[in-house]
């Protein structure tokens, strides 16, 4: 086997640093690994994926968890060395996504039709590699049976972690992106139709999909899940925050009919049942060997856990004529229904003490920390004068904001700086881009909060945006809480000036601490977010933002 191998043996202590537990394995697994060439290094990053899977394992009560890491590295090293020859601690964002595509599509003389068959062949006189082993699996004339691609960006994005902790790397993961595209090119349907064939599909027994889901799911109840979220109008997410209070109690009937009522931190959210939805119901119901509707005293939950739900949720089929998972097409669907008719969402006021709540506290609490852990910031300047916006938009036209033309950016810059360097001239080409969509989709708070990172990396710090550290992202955050009194502009009340206006200042001049705090904890996590688009774009590779992101808690400030 000259372009495949298997690093790790037929059985093995995932706990322990040794690839098997038979030694004659171990030493054929060596006598590879010290063949590749040098460059790859690959006896330390084959220790170093050893290492991770040990640490990993100390935490897990399910081997099969630490299986799944097995597998998912063993196929990694084999693309890493044999297919991209790279080390793993030399990828790019670029080589993380070819190992994504490699993953869901591998060529065939990489799959074998064995599912348990062994990676070496071993009796007392010899030891020898299987012939019939390959990385991945599938069953002959079908598609293959791959894993939540989820779960392989789940397991880099610990490896790395994890490596950046042992080793001087800087590596962050990117996002997977699924190439959508119909099947059949001819059907162009909007999502609503198609989440309507998509429903008929799965209540008609006889209908199969063409690709085979994991977990164990009866049918009734992936029809009864996809039914709460499509027909009731709820987000899966919302109602996998719900699971302690969705039983059947939670449906009861009032003067206008059969409602359902749930809650969490957040939100109480109540909707009418539809007769098709009662239908499914029942049919849920009987074949949980319970007849009749709901009553109060069915308090025990549906879905024993987020777990239990989720794993009935990801076994929902997958049809023909599906461009993507049904998730996408129902998160999309729902958002547009509760959009147009708000009414459809009822919810009640706030708990006093909700999850915003605590999660905002949380944020200033740590970002208080910080500031007073840390020296005030001495006053670094290229020019005393205001920085000029990077972007504009008419404030009453439909356009989300207007082309952002890169060389009138460096031009208008080069007005207020004496020099205009190579890493002024890419931090602004790289605004721009990212500010025309080039990217990924536009989002005006991003840009903004992005616009502050780039005019302090040129006007301030004079440091290139693309090879920021976790040590200057900090002097940001704290440039961000109480920025030079000529970068702000002082209006009592309305929006501010104009970006077209000479008046115009990059902040809000503030006085109450927790604004000054919550300003400067929001830009950070957009910045972050950015960071994230980059990465998935293979523009930049680390993401210097993730640690106090990290530490500041949620994201769901906005």
Not at 28 to 47: E, G, K, T, Y
Not at 160 to 178: D, G, L, Q
Not at 488 to 505: E, L, M, Q, T, Y
Request: a positive charge; one cysteine or more.
């Amino acid at each position: 086997m000259d372009n495949m191998h298997p690093f790790f043996g037929n059985t093995r202590d995932p706990k322990e640093a040794a690839p098997s537990s038979d030694p004659r394995e171990c030493s054929l697994i060596s006598q590879v690994l010290a063949r590749l060439d040098p460059d790859l290094n690959a006896i330390a990053n084959h220790d170093l994926v050893l290492s991770f899977i040990a640490f990993k394992s100390a935490t897990y009560t399910n081997q099969k968890s630490a299986a799944l890491l097995t597998t998912i590295f063993e196929r990694l090293l084999n693309w890493a060395f044999f297919v991209r020859r790279i080390s793993l601690l030399k990828m790019q964002s670029e080589d993380i996504t070819r190992f994504y595509d490699f993953y869901v599509s591998p060529p065939t003389d990489h799959l074998r039709t064995l599912r348990n068959s062994k990676r070496f062949t071993c009796s007392r006189t010899s030891c020898s590699v299987n012939p019939s082993w390959r990385p991945f699996y599938s069953l002959r004339g079908q598609q293959r049976c791959v894993e939540s691609i989820d779960s392989v960006v789940s397991a880099l994005r610990e490896f790395y972690k994890y490596a950046c902790r042992h080793t001087p790397i800087k590596i962050s993961v990117p996002r997977y992106r699924m190439v959508t595209g119909l099947t059949v090119p001819e059907e162009t349907c909007s999502d609503s139709t198609l989440l309507e064939r998509y429903f008929e599909n799965l209540m008609d027994s006889s209908k199969c999909s063409t690709e085979r889901r994991f977990g164990r799911a009866s049918r009734q109840k992936q029809i009864f899940l996809f039914a709460t979220c499509y027909l009731l109008n709820i987000k899966f997410a919302t109602l996998n925050t719900c699971i302690k209070s969705f039983s059947m109690s939670s449906f009861s009937e009032g003067f206008q009919g059969w409602r359902l009522h749930l809650c969490n931190d957040e939100e109480a959210i109540s909707r009418e049942l539809p007769e098709k939805y009662i239908k499914i119901l029942l049919d849920f119901r009987a074949s949980c060997g319970v007849n009749g509707m709901p009553s109060s005293t069915e308090i025990e939950p549906i879905f024993g856990s987020q777990a239990a739900i989720k794993n009935v949720f990801e076994s929902l089929p997958i049809f023909e004529f599906m461009g993507k998972p049904i998730g996408q097409y129902l998160r999309k669907f729902i958002s547009s229904v509760n959009r147009s008719a708000p009414a459809i969402k009822l919810l009640s006021e706030l708990p006093k003490n909700s999850a915003y709540d605590r999660r905002k506290k949380k944020s200033l609490r740590v970002a208080a920390e910080i500031f007073a852990a840390r020296e005030p910031l001495s006053t670094l300047r290229r020019s005393s004068n205001p920085p000029p916006p990077l972007f504009t938009y008419d404030r009453n036209g439909s356009r989300l904001l207007e082309f952002v033309d890169t060389n009138l950016l460096q031009v208008k810059a080069s007005q207020y700086l004496e020099l205009l360097p190579d890493s002024d001239a890419t931090a602004i080409n790289m605004f721009a881009r990212y500010a025309n969509g080039d990217y990924g989709k536009i989002n005006r708070y991003k840009i903004s909060a992005f616009e502050k990172l780039v005019l302090w990396c040129v006007f301030i710090k004079r440091t290139n945006v693309g090879s920021l550290t976790e040590n200057e992202i900090l002097d940001f955050f704290h440039f961000c809480y109480s920025p030079p009194q000529h970068w702000c502009f002082i209006i009592p009340a309305g929006v501010g000036p104009d970006r077209s206006s000479k008046d115009w200042r990059p902040f809000k001049f503030l006085l109450d601490e927790d604004s000054l705090l919550l300003r400067a904890v929001r830009i950070v996590y957009w910045c972050g977010s950015v960071f994230q688009n980059l990465i998935d774009a293979a523009v930049v590779n680390y993401n210097p933002f993730n640690e106090i992101t990290k530490r500041l808690g949620s994201s769901r400030l906005h």
